[in-house]
């Protein structure tokens, strides 16, 4: 089946660790996507990559890094600079352009 | 900035249709409406999306008002399984989520 698988399901950080959140598609999708959602709130963008091995940053990127060396992959890194990471994060992918976009199960990152 | 106007919740008995309301007065000519939803605990689905014409498909129906000012996305027989957030989008790269509007559907 095609789709998107994040991992893991619950993260654990503790205070001034950096911790890497995985994000995978087989869609053959060119663009990613990076999502923040607080409890109760819509989803804020964090990164998005519309082709391998370029990305910008979103409207929350401080304390945040993300690569794009494969197509496939798009790894977000929760740096110990970001103070409040405590949230669900979501990945994204699209065909690029306008054309729907699709959703993982997200992972739940939670603060030791 | 999301573009677009939803109320923050709504209630439907199960069973019955349901019509979610968005407004998005600064549309322009080539603004594709999308809307999604989320359920509970899950990352947000495709439901729908249109230009001008009114669409239909196994999910759902969007009526889109004649000026594009606003838009309707119409549960025909809402059922528990519809609770979520639903979002109205302005489709544009990338996506840019408002709050949406929570639905809550009552047995």
């Known amino acids: 089946d095609g789709g998107i698988t994040q991992s893991p399901k619950y993260l654990f950080r503790k205070e001034g660790q950096n911790v890497t959140l995985s994000c995978e598609q087989n869609l053959n999708h060119d663009a990613m996507y990076w999502y923040r959602q607080d409890p109760g709130q819509g989803l804020r963008l964090i990164y998005y990559s519309q082709i391998v091995n370029d990305f910008q940053k979103g409207d929350i990127a401080e304390g945040y890094s993300v690569s794009r060396e494969k197509k496939e992959s798009f790894p977000l890194t929760v740096t110990s600079a970001q103070k409040n990471p405590t949230a669900f994060y979501l990945c ?3 065909t690029g352009g306008l054309g729907t976009q699709y959703f993982g199960p997200g992972t739940r990152l939670l603060v030791l | 900035d999301a573009k677009t106007t939803q109320p923050n919740s709504m209630e439907s008995n199960e069973e019955e249709p349901v019509h979610l309301p968005c ?3 600064t549309i322009s000519g080539t603004d594709y409406i999308h809307w999604y939803r989320q359920l509970p605990s899950q990352g947000p ?3 729908i999306h249109g230009l001008t014409s009114n669409v239909n498909n196994r999910m759902a129906s969007l009526a889109i008002a004649e000026d594009r000012k606003s838009s309707t996305l119409i ?5 528990l399984r519809d609770a979520a957030v639903y979002y109205c989008i302005l489709r544009q790269t ?3 989520f408002g709050k949406g509007t929570r639905l809550s ?3």
């Open chain 2, 45 to 47: 689905e495709y439901v």
């Open chain 2, 23 to 25: 407004n998005h007065s």
């Open chain 2, 105 to 107: 559907v009552i047995a």
């Open chain 2, 75 to 79: 549960l025909h027989r809402a059922t």
């Open chain 2, 94 to 96: 990338p996506l840019v």
């Open chain 1, 92 to 94: 994204a992918s699209t």
